[in-house]
T-cell receptor
């Protein structure tokens, strides 16, 4: 099993709808979970981080963490064309401060 | 506040050569991590430095090495370059480390091996 897995997409969502991005991880001891957005040709930028089970909301973004099932998701409400990008999930895996990134999900918002 | 600065932005080398990439973290950030990004493998962790010490290392061969200076600036060196080393190399800094703090990425150095 890969350490951090994401569906590569592309995930196509109509403008104004909710985009749901999922990520599963292998290490039950993981504590830190991050979502980054990466536009084509640009470097990743942090959207949200979550450490505790449950939901964390920031504007149109909600991160959901379920440690028992070992998944973390990102919901984007009222999707905009500017949300079209690759979304990277990152999780600390194993001993020490090693952050492992998933390969990312390409999101395409349809105008 | 200035962001993470990586130099150079672009680099072309030939097989067998070596290369040094530089990263200046955000002021006050003490942790610097390096990543390799390729279309096939995604973003892969190389190593992390904190207070001039390598704290974590990914699964890359010994040809990849790094160091951090007392001002937290970091360099990454790749020796005996191979075609497969062509990639975008990203540096990220955080206040104290990756675990509990978000990382801020630089624009990267795109390395092409001919």
């Amino acid at each position: 099993q890969k350490e951090v897995e994401q569906n590569s997409g592309p995930l196509s969502v109509p403008e104004g709808a909710i985009a749901s991005l999922n990520c599963t991880y292998s290490d039950r001891g993981s504590q830190s979970f991050f979502w980054y957005r990466q536009y084509s040709g640009k470097s990743p930028e942090l959207i949200m981080f979550i450490y505790s089970n449950g939901d964390k909301e920031d504007g149109r973004f909600t991160a959901q963490l379920n440690k028992a099932s070992q998944y973390v998701s990102l919901l984007i409400r009222d999707s905009q064309p500017s949300d079209s990008a690759t979304y990277l999930c990152a999780v600390n895996i194993g001993v020490g401060d090693k952050i492992i990134f998933g390969k990312g999900t390409r999101l395409h918002i349809l105008p | 506040k200035a962001g993470v600065t990586q130099t150079p932005r672009y680099l072309i080398k030939t097989r067998g050569q070596q290369v040094t990439l530089s990263c200046s973290p955000i002021s006050g950030h003490r942790s610097v991590s390096w990543y390799q990004q390729t279309p096939g493998q995604g973003l892969q962790f190389l190593f992390e430095y904190f207070s001039e010490t390598q704290r974590n290392k990914g699964n890359f061969p010994g040809r990849f090495s790094g160091r951090q200076f007392s001002n937290s600036r970091s360099e990454m060196n790749v020796s005996t370059l191979e075609l497969g080393d062509s990639a975008l190399y990203l540096c990220a800094s955080s206040l104290m480390g990756q675990l509990n703090q978000p990382q801020h990425f630089g624009d990267g150095t795109r390395l092409s091996i001919l």
